[in-house]
Nanobody
Framework: VQLQASGGGLVQTGGSLRLSCAASGLNFRHHDMDWYRQAPGKQRELVATATHGSTTNYADSVRGRFTISRDNVRRTLVLEMENLKPEDTAVYYC?????????WGRGTLVTVSS
């Protein structure tokens, strides 16, 4: 299983970014997919989930500002982030649980300047 995240960068407060995660090596449509993030000095936290049934869930801190979606044909997971805040600064990771193992993408850095 490989997860390749992209789309991070530097943005000002209030700005927007779009993260993408390309998945391979798994039957994508059958797996829940997540975005996690890890800010400097903090633990990794779950940001959003798109289940294999296309249900979505969000952390309270991002609900209403972030939108997770998935394309089962292209095997791609997307995180649309709007109204970004400095506290959203973190490395963002694509994640799935497959065959009993956790798989993580390499991570993409999002920096929100104040």
């Amino acid at each position: 299983v490989q997860l390749q995240a992209s789309g991070g960068g530097l943005v000002q407060t209030g700005g927007s970014l779009r993260l993408s995660c390309a998945a391979s090596g798994l039957n994508f449509r059958h797996h829940d997919m997540d975005w996690y993030r890890q800010a400097p000095g903090k633990q990794r936290e779950l940001v959003a989930t798109a289940t294999h049934g296309s249900t979505t869930n969000y952390a309270d801190s991002v609900r209403g500002r972030f939108t997770i979606s998935r394309d089962n044909v292209r095997r791609t997971l997307v995180l649309e982030m709007e109204n970004l805040k400095p506290e959203d600064t973190a490395v963002y990771y694509c994640h799935t649980l497959a065959r009993g193992y956790d798989f993580w993408g390499r991570g993409t850095l999002v920096t929100v300047s104040s």
